[in-house]
């Protein structure tokens, strides 16, 4: 079992946090139906034989790129030699739809309450909840 210090535990909640608040304009990246590549090669006037020559593959290689990251199964290495190529930043992010301590104290609540058998608005299971995430216990992800 890994033991945690909730200390070091809530300080990487904190900076996750600020970093993806800091970083609001994420959350707004739009989504191109028809996939970045087909939408960046086009909007950089490049052919398709043009950018297989370019990433060394056939014509055939990138339309099933194209058709791999519409489908969502593109690998990030493929990702990233493909931005290259267009002379582009591939960013990875994973963002939080809430914050990650709302996301917690759901999970503790959902937790502590399966524990105690009560309901999650009872005080008993609240007391529980937090001291769970005080003690950055893992019991808050088993069957919550």
């Not at 593109?74 to 992010?93: G, P, Q, R, W």
């Not at 917690?104 to 502590?112: T, W």
Request: aromatic share 4%; charged share 25%.
């Amino acid at each position: 079992m890994v033991t945690r210090d909730p200390r070091v535990t809530g300080l990487r909640r904190r900076q996750v946090e600020q970093a993806v608040a800091a970083n609001v304009s994420i959350r707004h990246i739009p989504q191109f139906e028809r996939g970045f590549i087909r939408e960046i090669k086009e909007a950089l006037a490049m052919t398709t034989g043009q950018l297989a020559e370019r990433l060394g593959i056939s014509q055939q290689g990138v339309s099933k790129l194209e058709l791999s990251e519409q489908a969502g199964t593109i690998t990030l290495n493929s990702l990233n030699k493909v931005a290259a190529e267009f002379d582009c930043k591939l960013v990875y992010a994973l963002v939080p739809n809430h914050s990650l301590s709302k996301t917690l104290e759901a999970h503790a609540l959902k937790a502590a309450s399966t524990i105690l058998g009560e309901p999650e608005d009872s005080q008993a299971v609240t007391k529980l909840a937090k001291q769970m995430m005080i003690r950055s216990s893992p019991e808050i992800w088993n069957n919550s």
